[in-house]
């Protein structure tokens, strides 16, 4: 979830509103196009908008009625756990309310806003009000162990049970020696809806591994290692090791189940704690270049003061060491392991991007693509890093993006449609999959995260305008000689023709290519009708977007361009004529089974005539 606020401002009258609320939380306004007159990013709908950022994991404070955002992201309301704080604020200033997530921010929002303009938080989550505290909210470097018992701790509380704190009193209420326990301990210790456990994360975890090391023989020898040290997991802030590891399963697994951040040091710095480590090796500073990579990284992660809580303890292929800081830790030191998202768009209206792709897109710290998509993207990149790429320099945009993910930063590949189909996906894997030596990325941009999420591609757009051409057997084809030699395009397209194939045409000329539009046509003249359906769909969601049919005979080069997708239906493709116009489909073969459906009623008839 993206960690600072938008501040949206639907008109002047709160204006000035917006621009206090957005100083005191170091936010960016985004304000309503034509009706506010100074924002860092302005906006058409508001509607649409909120819902986009909500989507994204992007906190919202509107200065706005609530309505209006309630109405935008009632829709996609689904888990509150995971949901951004959403908070109207009114236009005079006088009244913030927290609308969404009040356990995820927005009550402490809503109290920073009050304070900064002198108004009144309309707090109203059970918890805050009666107790003043949020339980299942924990201090910065304090960890719930048992969540799942908050609601029903919390329960008691307001039905009269008092509050008795075991260890120190992180939340600052009164002990009343009641019914419920708030306990604070670095140890293990069962909760339940009459205990509340709180670990300090006060621990750091250095491991190191051997490649391909099973994942369960590294957590089985750190449960082991906390277990005899008297310390319960959810004590461990973060786990440290070397950037060589940054893509071992073993500790990416650990990291993950253990629920902490996973970061990352060079040998060079890990080497720096040497003199501090208890177990310097020889072997291992010749392997790696450092003499310790389990209790250097600990002691990297827990700073200057921290102290051995287990020094190393291994296995046949694993290591680990635990140091105690004498503070719970809120900053990590090291870095991150880099991710490169990898996603499509949609042709480029917002309403077909998927909220997978928002929230990847709100996460990065850098976008990278073709400029054009960037812009597509609309208020979502504003205050972004972007790196804009012409068209024909896709290599070097997945060159960039891949090395700067490999600098441990959270990167976006931004392509329109979906990033798999005719985008950048497949050569992002294609310079992972060679040797640095042999045109490949350096072996830190190798160990990178990839993640690929969908898009909705121009053939699915182009498809839905129509109508449903895709309802039986299509392929695609780019008609690009480019990248692809001509004799393998032409020897598709015959197949493609014989096989009776609907076709989306990708890339059907561009400005030297013209010609192999019209030899696809004359092809597929040799084996469907003259009169077969073809669909023109050129700036799918875009203000520009055109929809235009054709008979497969009267299909003309010039009114094709680059953003055109060409349609082809198969000789079973029609158009059925409907009152708003044509809609093109291609059956399935449902027809057989209703003709069957209606012989047979036909047949019933006829003998019913004869009985009578």
Not at 346 to 370: F, H, I, K, N
Not at 572 to 583: C, D, I, M, S, V
Request: contains cysteine.
């Amino acid at each position: 979830m993206a960690v600072t606020p938008v501040v949206l401002c639907l008109n002047r009258s709160g204006e000035a509103t917006a621009h206090r609320v957005a100083v005191a939380l170091g936010a960016t306004i985004h304000g309503r196009m034509d009706r506010v007159e100074r924002a860092d990013v302005f906006f058409a709908n508001a509607l649409d908008h909120a819902r986009d950022l909500f989507a994204a994991g992007t906190p919202v404070v509107g200065v706005c009625a609530s309505g209006i955002l309630i109405r935008a992201v009632a829709p996609l309301l689904s888990d509150k756990r995971s949901e951004p704080p959403v908070l109207s604020v009114s236009d005079d200033g006088s009244v913030v309310i927290p609308l969404l997530g009040g356990h995820r921010g927005a009550n402490r929002l809503a109290t920073e806003i009050a304070a900064a303009l002198g108004a009144k938080a309309a707090v109203t989550t059970a918890g805050d009000i009666a107790i003043g505290a949020a339980l299942d909210v924990p201090p910065p470097g304090y960890r719930l162990a048992n969540p799942e018992d908050a609601k029903g701790a919390m329960a008691a509380l307001l039905s009269g049970s008092g509050v008795s704190v075991i260890g120190d009193n992180i939340f600052g209420l009164e002990d009343t020696d009641g019914g419920v326990e708030l306990a604070v301990t670095e140890t293990s210790l069962d909760g339940s809806e009459a205990r509340l456990v709180y670990h300090p994360q006060v621990f750091t975890l250095g491991v190191g591994c051997a490649r391909n090391c099973p994942p369960e023989e590294l957590w089985d020898l750190v449960l082991s290692t906390l277990a005899d040290a008297g310390i319960a997991p959810g004590a461990i802030a973060a786990v440290g090791t070397i950037d060589l590891k940054a893509d071992e399963p073993a500790i990416l697994s650990l990291a993950a189940r253990l629920g902490v951040p996973l970061r990352l040091f060079p040998a060079a710095e890990l080497e720096a704690q040497t003199g501090r480590s208890a177990n310097p090796s020889e072997v291992v500073f010749a392997e790696v270049g450092t003499h310790g990579v389990s209790e250097n990284a600990a002691l990297c992660l827990a700073g200057e003061a921290g102290q051995f809580a287990a020094t190393k303890r291994k296995t046949a292929n694993a290591t680990c060491a635990l140091v105690r800081a004498p503070a719970p830790i809120t900053t990590l030191a090291g870095r991150p392991r880099g991710r490169l998202s990898i996603v499509g768009i949609g042709p480029g209206q917002s309403t077909w991007r998927t909220p997978e792709v928002s929230r990847l897109v709100a996460d990065a710290e850098e976008l990278v693509g073709y400029g054009l998509y960037i812009d597509l993207l609309g208020p979502l990149a504003a205050g972004k890093a972007r790196s804009d790429f012409p068209l024909g320099g896709e290599e070097d945009r997945c060159r960039y993006a891949l090395e700067q993910a490999g600098l441990g930063k959270n990167v976006a590949l931004v392509c329109s449609g979906d990033a798999g189909i005719y985008a950048m996906g497949a050569l992002v894997f294609e310079l992972l999959d060679r040797a640095p030596d042999f045109g490949g990325v350096s072996d830190a941009a190798r160990r990178v995260e990839v993640v690929c999420s969908p898009g909705v591609s121009a053939l699915q757009g182009a498809a839905a305008r129509a109508g449903a051409p895709l309802g039986h057997d299509f392929c695609t084809i780019s008609l690009s000689d480019l990248l692809t030699p001509r004799d393998d395009i032409i020897r598709r397209l015959n197949a493609a023709a014989e096989g009776d194939f609907v076709i989306a045409f990708y890339n059907p000329v561009s400005r030297t290519r013209r010609t192999l539009l019209a030899e696809a046509r004359d092809i597929l003249l040799r084996h469907r009708p003259a009169d077969t359906p073809v669909l023109l769909a050129s700036n799918l969601g875009r203000p520009q977007e055109s929809i235009r049919y054709r008979i497969l005979c009267d299909l003309e080069v010039d009114e094709v361009d680059m953003l055109t997708v060409v349609l082809v239906g198969s000789s079973n493709t029609r158009l059925a004529q409907l009152g708003e116009g044509p809609r093109m489909f291609t059956p399935r073969g449902y027809a057989r089974r209703i003709d069957g459906d209606l012989k047979d009623v036909g047949n019933r008839h006829l003998e019913e005539e004869k009985a009578q």
